[in-house]
């Protein structure tokens, strides 16, 4: 679902007292929507203007382990597109973020990306306490509760969406590419949202991007997630620089919570 690159940041300015109270409550959350072996699967669709096309699947799993003496929440978000696909693009990428059970800070991410003649591997640790992210064998400074790409999705879900207005911008910031980036969620409200698995109560949200070699930059990504407990993304759609992508959710296990945004047709 996210697939962010090194790049060009398309913001515009946003006031200070904004930033650091939405930063405040990114540090604050608790994890409410997710628990040990949530999985979830989405397909991917491509559009060149004319029909939407099977490109791929994306699968998201979760489990609880240990590491470093930490109890850790291992989320894998894996993708790669569908053979009678891979002629137009070929992916085939892997996310692994380690996210802290109490703090819900990531300490570890590593990303094996191929796409296209694009690869990247990258294994990066954070020591939120001392404020530093380690990558590549160098040591770079980082704000309090700072995200990676996987990390943040999951945060994001925990956010309650039910103190804010239409408009809202909740920020945040993410280290990629040995850099931090200081984006933002935007809250846009919520509505009803019609897929192939069903009808759904949904919170429409725009999370800013960064310009990559796929994504256009700034506030192009439309996302709806279950307006219940879970928080479940259930449809994300987004330009490209040739085309348009729309991922929807197709299966999901082990939830944490009852899933209640489902409309009774």
């Not at 990390?151 to 804010?164: E, G, L, Q, T």
């Not at 990629?176 to 069903?198: P, R």
Request: contains cysteine.
């Amino acid at each position: 679902m996210v697939a962010v690159r090194k790049g060009i940041i398309g913001i515009g300015l946003l006031l200070l007292p904004v930033l650091v109270i939405a930063q405040n409550e990114f540090c604050a959350a608790k994890n409410t929507s997710f628990k040990d072996g949530e999985k979830l699967t989405y397909r991917v669709y491509y559009n060149m203007g004319f029909v939407w096309i099977n490109a791929g699947n994306v699968h998201f799993n979760t489990n609880l382990e240990q590491m470093n003496g930490h109890k850790v929440y291992h989320v894998t978000g894996a993708g790669r597109t569908a053979k009678s696909y891979e002629w137009v693009y070929k992916v085939k990428d892997k996310y692994d973020t380690y996210i802290d059970k109490e703090t819900m800070l990531p300490l570890r991410f590593v990303r094996h990306v191929k796409e296209g003649g694009f690869t990247i591997d990258q294994d990066v640790t954070m020591n939120h306490a001392a404020g530093e992210a380690t990558s590549d064998n160098k040591v770079y400074p980082i704000p309090r509760c700072t995200q990676d790409v996987l990390s943040a999705i999951y945060f994001a879900r925990n956010i309650d969406y039910n103190k804010h207005s239409p408009g809202d911008k909740i920020a945040f910031s993410m280290f990629l590419d040995n850099k931090v980036y200081n984006l933002y969620i935007k809250y846009v409200g919520k509505e009803k949202i019609d897929t192939k698995m069903g009808s759904y109560n949904a919170i429409k949200i725009v999370p800013l991007l960064i310009e990559g070699t796929i994504f256009k930059g700034g506030e192009k990504m439309t996302v709806w997630v279950t307006d219940d407990d879970n928080h479940l993304p259930l449809r994300v759609e987004s330009p490209i620089l040739v085309g348009s992508i729309k991922v929807d959710l197709l299966d999901f296990e082990n939830l944490r919570n009852p899933f209640n945004a489902s409309i009774s047709q």
